[in-house]
C-alpha cells in the first residue's frame, strides 16, 4: 500500500443507497456508524451503521482502481416488532471487547427503549441486555483504555458506565453520573477523554458537564471493587464495605456532581462534544458551527481533582468549575479558541468527528470532518489551519475518479452476495436468546486571555507520530493565507478546507466515522495498514439510509 501524504484530505469513493422498502417496513435512516477499534493494524477496516431496528457490519475493500463497500452481515431487532405504536429505532451504537474473549468482537447497540443489547457481531447472537435506563439511550460510547466499559447517555438525565465482564452479569452497572444533581433535561451526547479519566457529556439543556471518573482498571477483577471515594454524594456514599468474608462488591456506586458544567458555550440542544487532546470541540443545533474552546487550568497531565473540589449547586451560575478557585473572579472559566462553519445544519442528531494521530500511526494531522443536511461533507486540517496555510496544495488527480453508486436489492439490508456468503439473509436477535512547535499561539476570547498558549493540533499530543520529527511537506507548499483561514478572532467561523458535494444525491448526514488511527509496517518502512485512511458517512436521502465511503491518499 503506498504512503498518504499527512496532507492527504478524504475524496468520495462509494455512495450506497438502500433501496426504497417495501409497505410493511418504515423507512430506515442511519443514524449512527462507528468502526472497529480492535482490529489487527493490517485488517481490512470494518464499521457497523445502525437504523430502524436494522444493524449493518460492513468493511471498506480497495479493489484495483476503486473503493466499495462490502456488507458483510445485517441483523434485525425483532422484539416489540408488533409494537407499530413505539417502533424501535436503533440510533447508537459502538464496539466493546472482552479481555477473555478478545476474537470475539462485541456490538452495542440502543435506541428509545432504553435497552443496551450486546451482540456477538460475528453470530448477530445477543449475549447481554443492559437495563437500567428510565428513557431513551441517546449515545453510546467504549472506554478508549477499556475495551469492556461501555458508557450510554439518556433521556432521564443520566450517564451509566457498564461493565460487559461475565462477574458483572447480575449487575453490569458500574456508575450513575448525575442522578439529577447537573443535567436537567435529556443527555444526548458522550464522549471520553484519551486518558480514560474524563468523560463530557451535553444535553438538551444547553449544557456541558466534565466529570471525573475513577480508574477502572482494576474492575476487570472480580474481587476489586470500584473506588468508593470517587463517588461525591452530598450526603453519604451508595457503596457498602467489603469485609474479608463477604463476596465480591456488585453494587453501582454514584456520582453526583461534575468538575465542570456550562450553559455559556451554546444557545441550544448539544447534540455532539469530543476532546482534541484538552480542548473541546462541541456542537449545538440551529448555530451553524462548530465550536473549539478550553477549561482553564484543566490538564489531563496530573491525578484528578478529589471528589470534594466538584462544585455544588448552592450558587447559580452559567458556568461552575472546580479548576479556578472562587475568589478568582478576574479569571474567565473557559476560552473560546476557534469556531468551524456548518452551514445547513439547523436540527440535531447531526455529529462531527474528529481525526486523531496516534503514537502508532503514521504522520497524520487531526481532521475535522462534518456533513450537513445539504449533502455536503466538509474537512478541516487543524494542523494546516495552525500553520497559516491555504487550500494551495493541489491535489491528486484521483479525486476525478467517478464516483461508484450502488444500491441493495430492497433496503432490507440483505448481505450483498460474495465468496463467503452468497445470498445469505439477515437474521435475528431478540431479548431472550510531534514534536514540532507551535507556530503561534490561540488569540485568547473576549472576555479575557488564556492562562496559557494552546496549540490546535493538541494541548498534550505531539503533532506527528513518535520519531518521526517533523510534519512531512506534501509535493506542493501550500500558501501562507491568514486572511482566507483567519483564526485570530474565534467568533467568526472558518470555512472548511474541503467541501465535497454529493453528485445527484440528496443527503441528510447524522455521523461521520474515522477508521482507527493506529497503523502496521515493515522495518523497512512500507505500510501495511490502514491508520485514519478510511471515512464513512451515514445518514438518510429522500426515500432510503445513505452510507458514503470517503478516502485519504491513492
Known sequence: MSSTSPFALPYLRETLLLSKQQKTHSRKIFYDVKFNPYQHPSAVPTFAAVGGRDVLIGRTTYKGKTDSIDVLAAYRDDEDDNNESQPDVLNSVCWANIPSSPEIPLLCVAGPSGKIKVLNAITGELTQTLIGHGAEVNDLATHPLHSWIVASASGDNSIRLWSLLPHRASNPCLYILGHGLAHKEPILTCAFHQGGRYILTGGLDHMICLWSIPDLENTIRPSSPPEPEQSNSPSRSNSRRNTPDSSPRLDTSIIYFPHFLTTAVHSNYVDCVAFHGDLILSKACKENKIVLWSITNFSSAGPPLPSSRAPKTHTFRDTRTAFVPDSSTDIPPLSFLLSFSCPHADPFYIRFALLQPAPTSPPTHPILAFSNTNGHILFWDLKRLELGWDDGYRHPTYLTKKTITSTTKDGLLHARPNKRRRGALPPTFTSGSNDTPSIRSLSP??????????????????????????????????????????ISDPFKPIKPHHDIPLPKTWMTARQVAWSPPFHGGTPEGEEVGYGGRYCVVAGESAENGVLCVLRRGP
Not at 459 to 475: F, M, Y
Open 445 to 486: 476570547d473576549r472576555e479575557g486571555s488564556s492562562n496559557r498558549s494552546s496549540s490546535l493540533v493538541s494541548s498534550s499530543t505531539p503533532a506527528t507520530s513518535a520519531g518521526t520529527g517533523a510534519a512531512q511537506l506534501p509535493p506542493q507548499q501550500p500558501r501562507v493565507n491568514r486572511k482566507l483561514y483567519d
